[in-house]
């Protein structure tokens, strides 16, 4: 068998074997086995560590559970290091043609390359095998960068791929892991802990911090440290802990470099809007926008920061003061975003509204708050949804035991049945 067959057949399904597949994410399998049969390119996105990996395996083997020869399957994880000679797309053109001459497939041939951005030029590759019509290849990809898919190669690929973005576990698949029940104490325990999937081995929170940390790491130094060769690898860290603690706060690049000023470092607007940009591509963290919702149109200057994992928060920078509040809206940001929705903060007459989630022809427009523990609470979030003239959804998201009647239209809705309606 040729060496470089050898070492990546013991990644791959050929023959009698198995591996551990892993909890079963069906809200991912689904969507993507509804565009398997045809020369779309089906790319996961998604940070580092999120669970790409696992649902790719899940894919490749419900299509050989569904009839698919074992042998008609190609997985290349670019992560293990064993594969390092996988460099440029030459290498993996090479091995992609020495897996056909060693296996010879009939039929349909199914490629899966995790982390393909690792492999120089891989479109090229990618490209040229999803439009032979010599051969029948039908390709899977994941990469932990939002900018694999921009710019000159986006216009390559024009109209040839469908996106998937993955991320950590949602509080419906933490319920099917832990096997608790929906409610605010579950919903409580999700909050405090985190949903990367790796989380769930370990037992310790020492381990746990210590995992998180690594990944944080790996992220800041592999992917943005390395590729980019940033001047000032503190600064980098220095601002993901800024954006981290800041989580859910209206902020603009101008009081960022405001902030590091005061503590005495010489920073540039320049430099911290690239460095912010560099750590939204490896989607740690996301920007939320600000929209004129009178206006309809986004706005520039301020916009909000989430985090795309509490966990970051809770293991690693407990001790900055921080209200329950800011931790709800931020998984709430994350449930929109899981169900397709462009978010963004909306702001009309001088007042906030915390959402407006944009989907196809639904908006919803969505205040979240911890409690609504008195009356000036309730008028508050309820007045800036009040203030809306139009006839979309109007929605107060919170974690009170009791729900309050609909007023004026405006639907009061516990965190933890968020989903239900978003669907």
Not at 19 to 42: A, M, P, Q, S, W
Not at 231 to 238: C, F, Q, T
Not at 390 to 418: C, M, T, Y
């Amino acid at each position: 068998m040729n060496e470089k067959i050898a070492i990546i057949e013991k990644y791959n399904l050929w023959g009698a074997k198995t591996f551990d597949f892993g909890f079963k994410r069906e809200e991912y399998t689904e969507k993507i086995v509804d565009f398997i049969g045809n020369r779309l390119i089906k790319v996961l996105v998604g940070q580092r560590r999120s669970g790409k990996s696992y649902i790719l395996r899940q894919v490749g083997k419900q299509l050989i559970d569904n009839g698919v020869n074992p042998e008609n399957t190609l997985f290349i994880n670019r992560e293990f290091a064993d594969l390092d000679f996988l460099r440029t797309y030459k290498d993996l053109d090479e091995l992609i043609k020495s897996y056909k001459k060693e296996l010879k497939p009939k039929g349909k041939v199914y490629i899966f390359i995790d982390e393909v951005q690792i492999i120089e030029q891989w479109e090229k590759v990618i490209n040229s095998y999803s439009q032979d019509y010599s051969d029948s290849y039908e390709i899977f990809i994941t990469g932990s960068n939002s900018k694999m898919l921009s710019g000159e190669l986006a216009t390559l690929l024009s109209g040839r791929y469908v996106s998937f973005e993955v991320f950590p576990y949602s509080y419906s698949e933490y319920l099917r892991i832990t096997g608790q029940d929906k409610g605010k104490q579950s919903y409580m325990a999700y909050m405090d802990g985190g949903g990367l999937p790796e989380l769930f081995m370990l037992q310790k929170q020492e381990l746990k911090r210590n995992y998180i940390s690594a990944i944080k790491d790996t992220v800041l130094l592999r992917d943005i440290i390395q590729r980019n060769n940033i001047r000032d690898p503190k600064l980098l860290e220095d601002i993901f802990v800024f954006l981290v603690n800041n989580a859910s706060n209206l902020i603009s690049i101008s009081s960022i470099v405001k902030y590091f000023k005061g503590q005495g470092r010489k920073v540039s607007y320049d430099a911290i809007s690239n460095y912010i940009g560099y750590i939204e591509d490896t989607f740690l963290i996301h920007r939320c926008d600000r929209y004129d919702i009178k206006g309809k149109d986004t706005l520039s200057g301020n916009a909000k920061f989430y985090m795309n994992d509490l966990a970051y928060k809770n293991y690693l920078y407990p001790g900055f003061g921080y209200g329950f509040g800011y931790l709800v809206e931020n998984l709430i940001y994350l449930e929109l975003c899981r169900a397709g929705f462009d978010v963004y903060v909306g702001f009309l007459r001088n007042k906030e509204v915390d959402f407006v989630a944009k989907k196809a022809d639904r908006v919803i427009y969505i205040q979240s708050t911890y409690l609504l523990s008195d009356e000036s609470t309730v008028e508050r979030e309820y007045s800036a949804l009040e203030s809306i003239g139009d006839n979309f959804e109007k929605i107060v998201v919170s974690l009170d035991d009791a729900i309050l009647p609909l007023r004026g239209g405006i639907r009061h809705l516990q965190a933890w049945n968020l989903k239900e309606i978003l669907q």
